[in-house]
């Protein structure tokens, strides 16, 4: 009887293959579980919430604001400021104007521009609404055209909502044209597209909004 309980321990911690292996396996997996919830109990499951900054939309929009009166004086008075006359004077009065209208516009929102919690990642520039996590490939940050910096999230196409969805066939992909970053992070993210969210503005430093994503990220076990 001990012989046969000895062949029966053997078979069961088996070196390589069979139930053994599949032990093996099974433990491997559990450990691998526990370790990912080590990292998900470390990590800040609250969610990220960024509003726009009205102290920095509200510099970009000054000089704009500034140009408009100017522009706008000139014309009216026959000055000639810029050149090209008076036609010209005003199409950069509408421009400036128009511009610093959409600065404020921004600025004084009172609904979130990002929000990232448990169901997904919600931006409303882009307005893509809903990203869900099923659908995020890859996260990363970096600089892009102009300084400014931008959240890149590369994204199957197959997993998105239909907000987002139409987002994507719209994108006419020039972003990554012009900008390296956007462009080897793609590269990296095995060709899958990516939606490109401006961060620069938040009403948050882009340092911390780095250090929020990165604990976000680390909870949910997203590269």
């Known amino acids: 009887m001990q012989q ?22 099974g433990a491997q997996d559990t ?9 998900r109990n470390k990590a800040n499951p609250d969610p990220i919430i960024a509003y726009n900054s009205r102290v920095k939309l509200g510099v970009l929009a ?6 408009s009166i100017a522009t706008l004086y000139g014309a009216a008075n ?3 400021l810029i050149g ?21 516009q921004m600025a004084f929102e009172s609904k979130p521009v990002l929000l990232i919690d448990d169901e997904g990642i919600r931006c409303r520039r882009p307005d893509v609404g809903l990203i869900p996590w099923s659908a995020v490939v890859g996260i990363g940050t970096s600089k892009a055209t102009l300084l400014r910096k931008v ?11 239909e907000q987002a969805a139409r987002h994507m ?20 993210m095995m060709g899958y597209p990516s939606i490109n969210v401006p961060i620069s503005y938040f009403n948050m430093s ?9 604990d976000k990220i680390k909870f949910h076990g997203k590269k």
């Open 4 to 25: 046969g309980k000895d062949e029966k321990s053997q078979n069961a911690q088996g070196p390589k293959g069979g139930q053994g292996a599949k032990s093996d396996l």
């Open 151 to 161: 959240l890149m999230v590369a994204v199957d196409e197959t997993e998105l909502q």
């Open 62 to 67: 000054t000089p704009c604001v500034v140009a």
């Open 169 to 188: 066939k719209r994108r006419v992909g020039l972003f990554a044209a012009f900008s390296p970053q956007v462009a080897k992070f793609e590269g990296k």
């Open 206 to 214: 882009a340092a911390e909004f780095e250090k929020q994503l990165a």
């Open 84 to 104: 090209g006359g008076t036609v010209m004077h005003y199409a950069a009065a509408f421009i400036g104007g128009l511009t610093a209208f959409v600065l404020l």
């Open 78 to 80: 026959g000055i000639d």
């Open 31 to 39: 450990g691998e579980t526990k370790a990912r919830t080590r990292r």
